[in-house]
């Protein structure tokens, strides 16, 4: 592993500049910045739902294995032209899309964010997520980005919204969407 920090505050960067990975520096507004910034939002929001007693021992093992995903595609942006994110991590998600998403009824409404607090905070991920993926997709308008990131992003999207229709069918239901309220 890189330097170790034994100080947290370094100053370099309160006139709005930070550090990559590479060494260089970039405003941190910078499209990269805000990227890589919505993936550790994204992963913290990951951190709250794991915190939630509900979460079952097989997906919880899932959801750590995305938290170590995330800081590795949070360190990929970081560092222009590394690559962390590969085609095997997508097809894992998508495994553990399928088993989850197998005894679950077809979808025929459109369901609310909520149901109970872990259902609701897998919500909150799923649509964090999207934010990520955004922000990726502006970046990689500008610079290059490894494709799998975006595959990633979007199959954990689709990954948190299984997780929240498991969580919320588990205990309360799902809210579904009524047209005629």
């Known amino acids: 592993m890189g330097n170790r920090l034994s100080k947290i505050y370094t100053r370099t960067g309160d006139k709005g500049d930070t550090g990559l990975g590479d060494g260089s520096r970039v405003d941190k507004d910078s499209l990269r ?15 709250l739902l794991l915190a939630q007693a509900a979460i079952p021992a097989a997906m919880r093992a899932t959801l750590i294995d995305v ?16 690559q962390a994110i590969r085609d095997a991590q997508i097809e894992r998600l998508e495994q553990a899309l399928d088993a989850l998403n197998a005894d679950l009824p077809p979808l025929q409404e459109f369901i609310l964010p909520g149901g109970n607090i872990a259902a609701a905070t897998a919500h909150v ?24 990131v975006l595959g990633y992003l979007n199959r954990l999207s689709d990954l948190l919204f299984v ?19």
């Open 33 to 47: 910045v805000e990227a890589f910034g919505c993936v550790d939002e994204l992963n913290s929001h990951i951190g």
């Open 67 to 82: 938290q170590h995903d995330l800081f590795d595609l949070g360190g990929e942006l970081c560092i222009p032209g590394h």
């Open 125 to 148: 991920a799923r649509t964090v997520c999207r934010r990520a993926e955004r922000r990726v997709v502006s970046l990689a308008r500008h610079e290059a980005v490894n494709a799998p």
């Open 163 to 181: 997780i929240a229709r498991v969580l919320a069918r588990a205990d309360g239901g799902e809210v579904l969407w009524r047209r005629d309220r």
